[in-house]
């Protein structure tokens, strides 16, 4: 580390010497333009770039006949995930006929990617999203509305012994996934350009915020999916009145902790988290009481509870990381 003391230059203007290693190793003459991005943290940002460019990241995956079809699909969320802009499959000889519908599947599930090149040797797939026009806000807003959605339809499809409405949750569940797979991305593309953490009009310590809150928003939907699938179940068993009473009631509750820590997240409301906090209590305690009474019931309708009565838990022990979390980042603010 370097420190330069600032001078001033006919009264007006602050100038501070450049390392001579870093202008030589960018090759910089006199009179060339240097970019000043000031960041949102205070500190300047020195880029020999006058423009901002996207910065290129190339994934190469060759396969073959015996390439699992499961683990390429892995390693192609990945490559996505970690921020590659091209991927670019290849084969010796021609490309296995399973790749093409792969490739289909991919980018389906992957925001922003597309086949811009296509052989019977080689699939390029590029990245046409611009990361800044998709806000860490705005897709997190999207992922909560979903998820929202699935938790309701899940309660509301137990009442009505609806499977087909519990059938449409699960099936949900990818679209929450895919908006968490852009959020990862995005953060993992801020770390490797902090130009992008400008651009978007976020700080890395945000970034990394955005990110833990739609990985909990992610477990969440998770858990939605999980109790659809019970409630298929149940509503095949038959369940009580009962029983649908009190899932219905512990559900609504799990629901409205959920609301008030995404709230407390979106307003900044160091009070609302602790408060919502001191909820969670409660609703352990309920799920709990589910737990004890499901214990009368046969034993598949028993499991099936149980598992609901969990995953409603669950929800609660995910709402109340957010609002640690929130309180974390509010207490540093202050500090």
């Known amino acids: 580390m370097e420190t330069r ?13 450049l390392p001579k290693e870093w202008i030589k190793s960018n090759n910089i003459q006199k009179n060339d333009p240097v970019r000043l991005d000031i960041q949102q943290d205070g500190t300047l940002l020195i880029n020999p770039n006058t423009e901002s460019r996207k910065v290129e990241m190339v ?18 969320i990945g490559a996505y995930i970690a921020g590659c802009t091209t991927i670019r499959i290849t084969a010796p000889g021609r490309l296995p006929p399973f790749v093409a519908e792969l490739v289909r599947e991919f980018t389906g599930m992957a925001i922003g990617q597309e086949v811009i090149e296509e052989t019977n040797t080689l699939v390029v797939l590029k990245d046409l999203l611009n990361p800044a026009e998709m806000p860490f806000e705005s897709t997190l807003r999207r992922m909560l509305v979903i998820v929202q959605g699935m938790h309701e339809d899940a309660l509301t499809a137990l009442e009505e012994g609806d499977s087909l409405r519990a059938e449409n949750v699960i099936r949900r569940d990818n679209d929450v996934d895919r908006l968490h797979w852009l959020v990862a991305r995005q953060f993992n593309l801020i770390i490797g ?25 992610e477990r969440i939907g998770d858990h939605a999916t999980k109790i659809a699938k019970n409630v298929i179940h149940l509503t095949e068993d038959g369940c009580t009145p009962e029983i649908t009473e009190i899932i219905g009631q512990t559900g609504y509750s ?13 307003d900044r409301d160091i009070e609302k988290a602790n408060s919502t906090i001191e909820m969670v209590g409660i609703l352990e305690s309920d799920c709990r009481e589910i737990g004890r009474g499901a214990l009368d019931f046969s034993p598949d309708m028993t499991i099936s509870v149980v598992h609901i009565a969990d995953s409603l838990r669950r929800v609660g022990d995910y709402s109340a990381d957010i609002c640690e ?11």
């Open 193 to 217: 350009n902090v130009n992008l953490s400008g651009e978007m009009g976020v700080t890395v310590s945000e970034a990394a915020g955005y990110f833990l809150i739609s990985r909990i928003i």
């Open 59 to 76: 994934k190469v995956f060759e396969v073959s006949p015996t390439t699992d079809r499961t683990q390429l699909l892995r390693y192609l």
């Open 254 to 266: 799990a629901l409205r902790i959920f609301n008030r820590s995404i709230g407390s997240f979106f």
């Open 325 to 335: 979390a929130v309180i974390n980042q509010l207490v540093m603010r202050k500090a």
């Open 5 to 17: 003391k600032i001078q001033v230059s006919g009264g007006s203007s602050y100038i501070v010497s």
